[in-house]
């Protein structure tokens, strides 16, 4: 739920959910809850997609080397307006942030690998924020206990947060 929380749904929002396991599962529902009128659901197991879909998926991908195809066709080009990432692993982390829009919001909530790495050209290039709730990765909380990182002109701004080891906004 928290993961959710970080980012402003409007009525009408499309979001995609990356991984259908328990995380997934309980993200896409509260999407749904929040407002996002299509929710699409991608994994790598397709028994995960069908219950996806019983619950309130608007459309299912399999995970492969079409999926960076299949969200801007279902999205007529544009992308989604929020990605939630629950798998942990830096192909997950990829096709969250491939498939939002300009502008976008990517969430980042799978903590299984401990390294990921993120596009950062894609990201800066599309002004996309990546926020990570809570547990931060130790090299975060290692600095200051949070930083944000938001993308400001061409250059990454560092600032301390306010709540000490909430919210990393890469």
């Known amino acids: 739920m928290h ?3 970080l980012v402003p749904i409007a009525p009408g929002n499309s979001a995609l959910v990356v991984g259908a396991g ?3 599962l309980l993200v896409q529902q509260a999407l749904k ?3 996002c009128s299509r929710v ?3 994994d790598i197991d397709s028994q995960r997609l069908a219950m996806s879909q019983s619950l309130v998926a608007t ?3 399999l995970c492969g080397p079409n999926l960076l195809d299949e969200v801007p066709r279902a999205t007529d080009g544009i992308g989604v307006d929020v990605a939630v990432e629950g798998v942990g692993n830096t192909a997950a982390v990829h096709a969250a942030i491939n498939s939002v829009r300009k502008g976008g919001k990517v969430v980042l909530v799978g903590n ?3 390294e990921v790495t993120i596009p950062f050209k894609k990201w800066s290039a599309d002004r996309s924020p990546c926020m ?3 547990p931060l990765p130790e090299s975060i909380r290692a600095r200051s206990n949070c930083w944000l ?3 400001q002109s061409e250059s990454a701004a560092y600032r301390r947060g306010s709540s000490p080891g909430r919210t990393a906004v890469v």
């Open 3 to 5: 993961a959710v929380s």
């Open 22 to 24: 328990t995380i997934g």
């Open 33 to 35: 809850v929040a407002g």
């Open 40 to 42: 699409f659901v991608t």
């Open 59 to 61: 459309s299912v991908f």
């Open 112 to 114: 299984v690998s401990p």
């Open 132 to 134: 990570a709730p809570v």
């Open 149 to 151: 990182w938001t993308h």
